[in-house]
């Protein structure tokens, strides 16, 4: 018995002598495990590791389904897709389907082809201003089921895009190329509330019969183009037409006889020497009319008949005489609405010549603006 614990003993103290058994605890690091995986592979797994790497396919990030890809060098916030002013030559791809609005100006697109906008069902705005885009594919706004507003000036367009979405409210397509604007241009159009078309080379007879038919406009500007005369067959529902800035030499009596629902006209800056008697009488409703910067050499007449008429620009004319009765009614009461805003500076008249009973009809003497005339 003594014998065999002396043997147990000995192994013991040997077991304990071993360096190979007891060596002293060292903290690893993380690469220190990454090689102990590393040692742990065999020569095959690695070398096939190390051809994965290069291939790109070892490690693969997986986005969660919920986070949408923005385009490349885009801000996409809250449903708001910034893509500006990034020298784009295309509208970008992997726009989130969820886009309200997209924000593409700017940029040096030249083109809109058929499947840009597929998928944006949801969009409510598109902002194509400041590019270079002079070919639109017919089909190109067909996925835009929802959108109401479309900026598409500074563009190089001859024409008005085919197709455009039905709900669309406003539509912006100044200064383009545009010199024709063909019958059913806006078929289809039925909620469309405004147009600005400035600044587009366009005469009076670039405007096809029933190229505004079925259109229920409020607001309609065509401003800095070429018309020599006021255009026909607008919609009669303008509430405001601005048509400043371009070459009409004269109102004629039949020319504003459609546009009885009109708050505001503007024909200022044209060549307008005459306006017939009678042409403002269509006008019952207007409660503003700019007609400064013209040749005209006396008031127009038929401004005491108009009851709600408030602000009158005739600043910058050959206006060279004010009657007594070029503005206000002669009887009471018959004026609703009293001027707040009446110009006449820049003119060849002398306002101490002016009859103070001129402007009986006008809510403050500050209203007047007279100025002093230089030739």
């Known amino acids: 018995m003594l014998q065999h614990c002396s043997l147990l ?10 360096p190979s058994a007891a060596l002293p605890f060292e903290q690893k690091g993380f690469w220190d495990f ?18 994965d790497e290069e291939e790109g396919s070892a490690i693969e990030e997986i986005l969660p389904p919920d986070i949408p890809m923005c385009p490349f060098g885009c801000l996409c916030r809250l449903r708001v897709v910034q893509c500006s ?5 295309e509208v970008p791809k992997n726009v989130p389907p969820d886009t309200k609005f997209l924000d593409l100006q700017n940029n040096r697109i030249t083109e809109l082809k058929e499947n840009d906008f597929k998928g944006l069902s949801n969009l409510y705005g598109l902002s194509l201003r400041n590019n270079h885009i002079s070919k639109v594919h017919p089909r190109t706004f067909i996925p835009l089921k929802h959108m109401q507003k479309l900026y598409f000036s500074k563009n190089l367009l001859t024409t008005i895009p085919k197709n455009l979405p039905a709900s669309l409210v406003e539509l912006r397509i100044h200064e383009n190329r545009i010199k024709k604007v063909a019958a059913g241009a806006f078929s289809g159009l039925g909620n469309m ?10 005469q009076n007879s670039g405007f ?21 005369g006021v255009p026909k067959d607008l919609p009669e529902s303008l509430s405001e037409l601005h048509l400043d800035h371009n070459q009409i030499q004269a109102v004629e009596l039949e020319d504003l006889s459609r546009y009885k629902n009109l708050h505001r006209l503007g024909l200022g800056f044209n060549h307008i020497r005459n306006i017939e008697n009678g042409s403002l009488s269509y006008l019952p409703r207007l409660r503003e009319l700019h007609l400064n910067n013209n040749r005209l050499t006396r008031v127009p007449g038929g401004l005491p008949d108009m009851k709600y008429l408030q602000v009158i620009y005739l600043h910058s004319n050959s206006i ?19 001027y707040n805003g009446i110009s006449l500076f820049a003119n060849p008249v002398n306002y101490w010549e ?8 006008v809510s403050d003497r500050l209203a007047i603006q007279f100025g002093n005339y230089k030739k």
């Open 9 to 18: 003993l000995l192994l013991c103290v040997t077991r304990l002598l071993c």
């Open 354 to 361: 002016v009859q103070p009973a001129t402007f009986r009809c």
């Open 208 to 228: 096809e019969p029933g190229a505004f038919k079925g259109l229920k406009l409020n607001y309609l500007r065509i401003s800095e183009a070429k018309l020599t």
């Open 85 to 89: 002013d990034l020298g784009l030559t």
């Open 34 to 51: 990454a090689m102990d995986s590393m040692d742990s592979m065999d020569s095959g797994g690695m070398m096939t590791m190390m051809r």
């Open 320 to 338: 060279s005489q004010v009657g007594m009765n070029d503005f206000c009614p002669r009887g009471f009461g018959m004026k609703r609405t009293f």
């Open 193 to 202: 509330n405004c147009i600005e078309m400035g600044a587009n080379p366009i």
